[in-house]
């Protein structure tokens, strides 16, 4: 079975600094990945995602990430922190005829 | 305007009075499915279609029903609830890609908070 494991359930930047939010996924065949953000109250809302044609991946709102499989991480950064960049990201691996998605991690920007 | 609608959005009951969450989507995708989010185990799938009467569990099924007598619509039933039932559920929907459905990005709804006493 596919799994996600995302480091770090909280991560605080200032505003302008980088930010990096880690994700590992375990997996027997290529998969397919995916970055969600859930804004509070909202529902969740596609970053980007991984399909194989690209081990760069660009997203909206100046996100991005870089699959490396022998690290097996798809993680995920922006250059300069917004505030409006405060939200959940989750990662999320395809499997069979669902996503399994992992535990989140909360983006707080601090100005 | 495109999109995945779930009514209610806050629901607060008691154990053991049956429910139901309502899903529909005006997208004409072949693909539906529920999730609960709860506090530090992220989106767990409770149950998914493929199309019209075509229903299969996910990873968390147990307590809960779905029915797909439409393509729009997408129907959460809760025949008992119990408090360990109690959190934020989530219907999404997406386009199906030959032999990988989960290829395409999934359309969210906005929630449903469920509590039940």
């Known amino acids: 079975a596919q799994s996600v494991t995302q480091l770090g359930s909280h991560v605080s930047v200032s505003e302008g600094a980088l930010v990096l939010l880690r994700c590992n996924y375990s997996?027997?065949?290529?998969?397919?990945l995916f970055w969600y953000v859930q804004y509070p109250n909202q529902g969740l809302q596609l970053l980007l995602k991984?399909?194989?044609?690209?081990?760069l991946v660009k997203g909206i709102n100046g996100f991005e990430a870089e699959f490396k499989k022998s690290e097996t991480s798809f993680h995920l950064t922006k250059p300069s922190a917004h505030m409006s960049d405060a939200a959940e990201y989750l990662c999320?691996?395809?499997?069979?005829?669902?996503?399994?998605f992992g535990a989140g991690t909360i983006l707080r920007v601090k100005s | 305007e495109a999109q995945v609608t779930q009514n209610p959005r806050y629901l607060i009951t008691v154990t053991g009075k049956k429910l139901t969450v309502t899903c529909s989507q005006n997208?004409?995708?072949?693909?539906m499915s529920w999730y609960r989010q709860d506090p530090g185990l992220g989106l767990r799938q409770i149950y998914y279609?493929?199309?019209?009467?075509?229903?299969d569990k996910g990873d968390v099924p147990e307590g809960y029903k779905v029915s797909r007598k439409e393509k729009r619509n997408f129907p959460l039933i809760l025949e008992s609830p119990s408090p360990n039932q109690t959190s934020l559920y989530f219907c999404?929907?997406?386009?199906?890609?030959?032999?990988?459905?989960?290829?395409?990005?999934?359309?969210f709804g906005p929630g449903t908070r469920l509590t039940v006493l």
């Open positions: 999404a929907s997406s386009e199906l890609a030959g032999l990988h459905p989960i290829y395409n990005e999934q359309f």
């Open positions: 997996s027997s065949v290529p998969p397919y």
């Open positions: 991984y399909t194989s044609a690209a081990t």
């Open positions: 999320a691996v395809s499997y069979r005829n669902k996503l399994v």
């Open positions: 997208m004409n995708h072949e693909y």
């Open positions: 279609s493929m199309n019209v009467e075509v229903t």
